[in-house]
């Protein structure tokens, strides 16, 4: 009798995925910093197309000042570009002072062909006349030059012709290739699409699988709030993509037939960059334009989007005019009462999008370096007093937030506040 093992899959969003990385990657360094000679642990991420796995990464080394490169396993179609070209080595020697000792040392060196002139000026000599058959350094080692941490992203490696996948393996596994070896503290991150049908791929098998380790990403709505209201999305168009999810996640029936396919995130991104410098939606020429370059970005779910227009969901309260100091209190609170109120009915999935909002603008308004003043505790005060606005687990979230922020500490020393998040919890 045999069994076979199969795996629960627990699925990330691009928050909690980032995360983990950032830990791998620091792990990695410590163990070798403390003398762990196995190779650094490499990371694969698992998600659909256009969920940001890619721009995750780069936008992870730009914040760090790592060195970054991406390499489009799909498209190669020889192993050099990974490898490196096979080259004449040579030995080359030169003779230096021990600084501690002012004994006289033999350094040597090994180096490629082309170079040999370049070292000949730097007072080494050729020691040995016969060559050594190696390879040179692929052109990619270039990019990887950070000084605190470098990222090499192998992405689409199951699209990869099969001696391609292998040999990225085999750098996984020695950290280089023959007689050239990765920058210290770099992360190898593996990106590939899932092997659900939808995608033409290959499979790993499991001995390849135990060689670095496998995070399945998936969207999230809130993440994509936080990195939109970072990036420059108009706040209309996150409301859109919160309060209608199922058009980047699809949706399907009572048996997981598939009812509706979303589009992805990127899809819509661009939609919305397309779109960025319309702000009157009743003019007939600009939803005429939004209809025409919605289907072309995102096909039948711009219906939704046009929807979402006629009801008049994009007017919703903003945070920059909830904070806005130059606003009265009472005027906010009513803009505030008129978009979490339809008539006598409360729409909690408002209250919820409207408190991730907030969360975020107050986060982002501390991380741009602004003073976080008695008026400004003031508003936030007034915003989270009546539960009825933003809701009791909303607000509770929202002041959790502050607990964890250095930068916010200073709010929960209002009574008020602090009071709340001892109630609540």
Not at 224 to 237: F, L, R, S, T, V
């Amino acid at each position: 009798m045999s069994s076979k093992q199969t795996d629960a899959v627990i699925s990330y969003g691009p928050k909690e995925t980032l995360e983990i990385i950032k830990n791998v990657h620091k792990t990695n360094i410590l163990n070798k910093k403390n003398g762990i000679k196995d190779a650094p642990v490499a990371v694969g991420i698992k998600g659909v197309h256009g969920i940001g796995k890619t721009q995750m990464l780069k936008q992870y080394a730009e914040e760090n000042n790592f060195g970054y490169y991406k390499l489009s396993l799909a498209q190669l179609d020889e192993v050099g570009a990974l490898q490196g070209y096979p080259t004449k080595l040579f030995r080359m020697k030169t003779t230096i002072t021990n600084k501690k000792t002012g004994v006289p040392e033999d350094k040597f060196v090994t180096v490629e062909e082309n170079l040999i002139e370049v070292y000949k000026n730097a007072g080494f000599k050729i020691s040995s006349s016969k060559p050594i058959m190696g390879f040179a350094k692929p052109e990619f080692l270039n990019f990887l030059n950070g000084k605190n941490g470098n990222i090499l992203v192998l992405d689409d490696f199951t699209r990869a012709l099969p001696f391609i996948l292998q040999a990225s393996f085999d750098i996984i596994e020695e950290q280089g290739f023959n007689n050239w070896r990765l920058p210290d503290n770099t992360l190898i991150v593996l990106t590939e699409n899932p092997s659900d049908g939808e995608y033409i791929v290959n499979t790993v098998d499991d001995a390849l699988k135990t060689r670095y380790i496998s995070i399945e990403m998936k969207f999230s709505k809130e993440d994509y709030i936080e990195w939109g209201a970072n990036n420059h999305i108009k706040g209309e168009y996150l409301n859109f993509i919160y309060m209608n999810p199922q058009v980047v996640e699809g949706e399907t029936d009572s048996d997981g037939n598939a009812t509706m396919i979303g589009r992805s995130p990127r899809e819509w991104t661009k939609f919305f960059r397309l779109i960025n410098y319309i702000n009157n939606f009743q003019d007939p020429k600009n939803l005429e334009y939004i209809r025409k370059i919605g289907w072309l970005c995102v096909k039948e779910h711009i219906n939704y989007f046009v929807t979402f227009l006629a009801n008049g969901l994009d007017k919703l309260v903003s945070p920059d005019y909830l904070m806005d100091l130059n606003k009265s209190d009472s005027d906010v609170l009513e803009r505030l009462k008129d978009s979490v109120y339809f008539g006598n009915s409360y729409r909690f999935d408002i209250a919820s999008l409207l408190g991730l909002r907030l969360k975020n603008y107050i986060n982002k308004y501390v991380r741009e370096g602004n003073k976080v003043s008695e008026d400004f505790i003031d508003r936030i005060e007034i915003l989270l007093k009546d539960d009825e606005l933003f809701g009791v687990d909303n607000v509770y979230s929202i002041i959790k937030d502050f607990a964890s922020n250095n930068k916010l500490n200073k709010i929960l020393n209002r009574e008020s506040i602090s009071n709340k998040l001892l109630s609540i919890s």
